[in-house]
């Protein structure tokens, strides 16, 4: 029977080949964009999930409330996971760690000199129970005596071979190694935890060492519950009957009790929370370990809802042309009923014909996979490979898709077909006047459902377009094109090093101006502190975000001084510029009003005076409002090492700007040698704090057009479909008189009424979408009414003219051929 059935699908396919083209084609590209979007999605979700009772284990955060703003920490204060282990119950392991500012280690070489590995990342110090808490498998050395007493590291296996690539695993233990000046005894090599994981430590240094180390233990301040840094973090997990809340409050009264509120910080607010192993990759707020971006889970949602668009595409076109085609097999089904099939067996005979189209799509869609990943592996994580023969859930999900997508697109057009009554089919009144108003009716109604989503997405790309041209050509309030950022390196920079750099870049014919302190005007670097500025009996109190640099900052930048003078060397303790936001908040309508002004109480019991007001600028992207700012000289600003340089303008087509570059990389080398050379054009980094809006205007330009190209297929079909049924109509009319131009019209019609109804029921749910959007934005283009216009217009536009390959055809045929059998 199945035999039969196959042999009849694919005489079907063959006699209806472009027809069996359209749904293939949509098919496999809604399949492929589902498959790669699985990739991405799956890649994202599974990540911290192989660890043992995951769901007890949580990361200890901090949380802050600061002159009424809200601020957060990843780490936690030195002395809380002493005090945790032995003061707090329903824990059952806890595992602190120490995240080092990437070390360079040496590892003895062959000769008489080190192997050095410059600036390594991941590396921390911890103990075993961090081992015990995240199941690592052991290659050499025990878990149970590794890093228990000082100047100890474990290492991972990747590592152990970097470092020693010639030896055993077992020949490894004992060996020597520094961590800039720690000198540590290799005691263990473990494997790498397998699969997605945010936990890529691959050097392991004692906690104890810290403890023995002065320079170490300073920088944990183990005994400490004032401060907070984020290199310092805390897992806990919990016992089986304990509760989250539990362990806060307990934790949270330790806190109040070691470290109570001071009377002068009323208002300020400090407290720990548990975060769950499993918000650790999605969390924006504490990140994970690094300054890497956390996965948004809005964004991979949104990823899942357009590749259920684009199969939903290709499904509608299916049933629309299968049940277009319906009277075609409508004899084929009454000769089957009367030879005595069922109703089920037609059914089964139709899905197993769905079911082949699908497969030919999935393996279309299995070969293009890869070269789809390829295509946007610049915004897709490297980790994320379409690997079938290694990779068993895709199997699972490709056989689910398939048996979906075959009922989606098949379960109607079967139970339609297999209704008809042989006695009225083979009398030629298969389809009554009410079944072809009805698969009409459906028809248009699918065909309306695909130019909603087509113009949804048309829509939502323009917008996102316009936001990102919006945020990258608007005035910041600072200049940023010609200006070249250098960061000096910060374990090898001193004074008198970064002043010989900054003197050898004055002299450079096509430098401009040079100035240094730290981070540029508007970055993801942000410094803050609290300030007071007392008028009276009212008070002022703020969070006053700072920047740091020379006399030379403003200028470089072009930040406009509305009063006051600029700044000075000699102003480095006792007074700066802030901005014309601030002095608003101060109450100075009149910038000029607020310098020769004191804010009372600056970064604690410092007193600073405003020796000039800058107007606004965005010291963040436009997410973020612009903030109360100051510009002010570090006490050790050339210790600062972030050198920014105002190139000259060059000729066009002139390479001034490469001899520059050229340039200081030669000096750096003579001044820096161990040290690479970088460099960022700070027009660049503008651009990249919009990677996120850039990545998804892409993704949303290709799902646009995408589903646009899906709508199109099918429209062709249908239309294909309807003049060759209304060949004798055509034919009558021009007979009859009608124009070329009447007829297109007459058949394009409809088309105009379906896109137009589509426009009407897109148009609010597409506003509504575009404004919650744009929420997250402080700053923000409008939603023009010409988007809306352009997105129906245009969609409209590519309709007719796909259409118009066929209209324009049928219009144009000689009404006698079709006429002749009359």
Known sequence: MFKNYFKIALRNFWRHKFFTFINVIGLSIGISSALVIYLIVHYDFTFNQNFNDGDRIYRVVSNYTFSGEEAHNRGVSGAVPETVRNNVSGVELTAPFFTLSQPNVLVPGKGSEPVKFKLQDNVILTDGRYFKMFNYSWLAGSAKTALNAPNQTVLTADQAKKYFPQLSYSQMIGRVISYDTLSVAVTGIVEPLKGNTDFTFHDFVSYSTAKSNKALADELSLTDWGGTTSSSILFVKLSANATKVGFEKQLNELLKKNNPPKPQNKGNTRSFALQPLSDLHFNSVYGTFDSGSPANKTTLYGLSAIAAFLLLLGCINFVNLTTAQATQRAKEIGVRKTMGSSRTQLVTQFLSETFIITLFAVIISIALAP?????????????????????????????ILTIVVSLLSG?????????YKPVLVLKNQAASNSSKTRNS????????????????????????????????????????????VINSPWKNRTLSKNQVFMNKLKAMPQVELVSVGKAAPSSTSTNSTEATYIDGKKETKVELYEKFGDPNYINVYKIKLLAGRNLQYADSTRAFLINNTYAKLMGFKNPADAVGKYIDKFNGDKR????????DFYSESLHAAIKPTCIHISNAFYNNGTFHIALKPQMAGGNEWKTAITSMEKVWKEIYPEDDFEYTFFDDSIAKLYDSEQHTSTLLAWATGLSIFISCLGLLGLAIYNTNQRTKEIGVRKVLGATVGQIVSLLSRELVTLIALAFILVTPVAWYAMNKWMESFADRTSISWWIFAVSGGGMLLTALITSSFQTIKAALANPTKSLRSE
């Open 441 to 484: 009716w459906l028809r248009k109604s699918l065909t309306v459902t695909q130019f909603v989503i087509a113009q949804f997405f048309i829509m939502a790309t323009v917008l996102v377009s316009k936001q990102i041209h919006y945020a990258l050509t608007k005035n910041l309030g600072f200049k940023k094109d010609a200006i070249v």
């Open 411 to 419: 379960f109607y057009p079967a139970a339609l077909l297999s209704g």
């Open 371 to 399: 070269v789809i990943l390829k295509l946007f592996k610049d915004f897709i994580a490297a980790g994320i490979q379409f690997d079938l023969f290694h990779h068993p859930s895709l199997f699972i999900f490709l056989l």
């Open 608 to 615: 600073m005076q405003i020796i000039g007001v800058v107007a």
